[in-house]
Every structure is written in structure tokens, then in C-alpha cells.
């Protein structure tokens, strides 16, 4: 089992950044692959970047230059640095584990799941 926690969201105006945290404990290992979702109201839950261990991380197109993800993998966490957001950022941010797939983009591919946290951005 694999327990899943995120944390760094919260409220900033538009033009802001926040760096969000996700710890994994557990049956992780330097091979998992860590991700990072989005689900903002009435949406369906979209990929956001994932990381893993022997490729270049990878994002979705609306966070590609703004986002970054990065991870520590002796402590098994993974960050999500979010520049220049924007109002359609809004959503809550969720951090998920996935285990023996090529660069997965899929929620169903990810076995595991934190209780998201927050983000919002004002205009």
C-alpha cells in the first residue's frame, strides 16, 4: 500500500506562484512514477506532470514553461512549482503514485492517490 499526502496549496492572484509537496510512504520505490493532477468544478480530473526516474519530466500543454516539477527521491516527494497562474488554474491538485508504465497521462493508470489540496487564484 502506498499513502499519499500533498500539501503547499492555497489562495494567490493571478500572475502568482505556489509550490505545491506530495510525500509517498509506503511500497514506493526510486522507480515509481509520481504525478500530478488537477480536477477544477464540473471538470473531469486532468494530467498536470509526471516524473519518474529515467526520463525527462513530462506536462500537460497548459503547463508547459509554467510548471515544474521536481523530486526528491531520498525522500520520496515530489514538488510542483506553478508560475504565472492563471484564474483557469483553480482546481484541486492531486498527487498520485504509478508503478511500472512509460510516461502514463491516464488517471487510471496511477494506483494511488493523495486528498488533493486547494488551489485557487484570483483575478
Known amino acids: 500500500q502506498v499513502h499519499v499526502v500533498e500539501s503547499g496549496g492555497g489562495l494567490v492572484q493571478a500572475g502568482g506562484s505556489l509550490r505545491l509537496s506530495c510525500v509517498a510512504s509506503g511500497r514506493t520505490f526510486t522507480s515509481s512514477i509520481m504525478g500530478w493532477f488537477r480536477q477544477a468544478p464540473g471538470k473531469e480530473r486532468e494530467f498536470v506532470a509526471g516524473i519518474s526516474w529515467n526520463v525527462s519530466p513530462w506536462y500537460a500543454d497548459f503547463g508547459t514553461g509554467r510548471f515544474t516539477i521536481s523530486r526528491d527521491y531520498a525522500k520520496n516527494t515530489v514538488h510542483l512549482q506553478m508560475n504565472s497562474l492563471k484564474t483557469e488554474d483553480t482546481a484541486v491538485y492531486y498527487c498520485?503514485?504509478?508503478?511500472?508504465?512509460?510516461?502514463?497521462?491516464?488517471?487510471?493508470?496511477?494506483?494511488?492517490w493523495g486528498q488533493g489540496t486547494q488551489v485557487t487564484v484570483s483575478s
Open positions: 498520485a503514485v504509478a508503478h511500472g508504465l512509460y510516461k502514463p497521462i491516464l488517471a487510471k493508470e496511477f494506483a494511488y
